[in-house]
């Protein structure tokens, strides 16, 4: 298995987005990232797609107990994470991404749609199938561009 301790990658301080500011409010800002995923495939795709949708991967941790001590780290913009691994916390960790940083995107992997219901009322931006990650770039998108418009 591969090491899947948690990674930051902190922007410089000049691009960081300021505590007060939202993401949306600092357009000329890098916003940040953070994934958590075990597969370092998906992992690597997520970063392309966040990427393309203006976020620097500021942090990936490979397991659900590192995200939540990642997450109050860096502070997030977004954080892409697999609902598979939050284990004993399932839904749960939504909440606890928010209280990280309230004006977090959080979009969640997970095939089972029937939970899309549950973890938007927790806060999840999105709850995305993971065999089609196509949409979490329509979420990350529509998260930072009102205009944007989602599949």
Known sequence: MQDATFISVPPEPEQRVGQGESAQ???DSP???LIVHDDPAVRRALGVIMERCRFQVSG???FPEESIPAARALRPDAVVFDLALSGDLGLQIIPA???TSPACM???LSPFTAL???ARELGALA???PRDLRHV???LLAGTDPGAHCH
């Open 31 to 33: 916003l940040r990232g």
């Open 97 to 99: 991404f928010l209280a």
């Open 106 to 108: 959080v979009v969640a």
């Open 116 to 118: 899309r219901d549950q």
């Open 137 to 139: 770039e329509d979420w």
């Open 25 to 27: 409010g600092a357009a």
């Open 60 to 62: 990936i941790a490979g």
């Open 127 to 129: 709850l995305v199938d």
